[in-house]
């Protein structure tokens, strides 16, 4: 038996046998030297809240995948933010495509600096797939909380709009990388941004948004 065979069975497998009802979130330690560990209270916030608000249970403490690990196939939906470089192996970059072609979705939120770094790296897991902004219709921004106008913007950096886009596979929203936004920060405990109440609130509310909407498609 081959490799690639032996690795698709087991996919299979996991996607079987895994609860897949099971509400888990993982944060992507990536390579590359960024920051994947920045904003260290934004999930355990957002977990609260999804929650208390629209009545998920997910684990309030949320667990640390790379992107080669196969426990990646055990979580509907992994985060990933930063500020600075990310780089993945062709190995990394492969088990990522498999993961989210197969129910997974990943949410990137630019904390400000990865961008130019990330690009690059989401072209090795999807070379013929382009990022594309997402209509202000689009599902995501009225799937509990209405967001009428597209992403909330919750810090300015350069002065630039919000911008929510993604890559669709077969019709599916797979991954969504949010920028110029950095919906993570409006996430973290009130005292480190001393952000208003309503801006957190509109980034909490999105946050749920997306999290029902990767637990559900």
Partial sequence: MNAMLKKTILILFILVFTNLSAQE???LQYGGG???YSNPTSLPNLIKFCND???TTINSK???VKPNDVDLYD???VHMTGHGNVFFTQEEAKNLQDYLISGGFLHIDDNYGMDQYLRKELLKIFPNNELIELPKDHPIFNYHFNFSGGLPKIHEHDNTRPQALGI???GRLILLYTFESDLGDGWENPEIHNDPQEVRLKSLRMGANIVKYAFEN
């Fill in 25 to 27: 979130i993982a944060v």
């Fill in 34 to 36: 960024g920051d994947w």
């Fill in 53 to 55: 608000q629209i009545d």
């Fill in 62 to 64: 949320p667990q640390i």
């Fill in 75 to 77: 979580f509907p939906l």
């Fill in 168 to 170: 669709i596979h077969e």
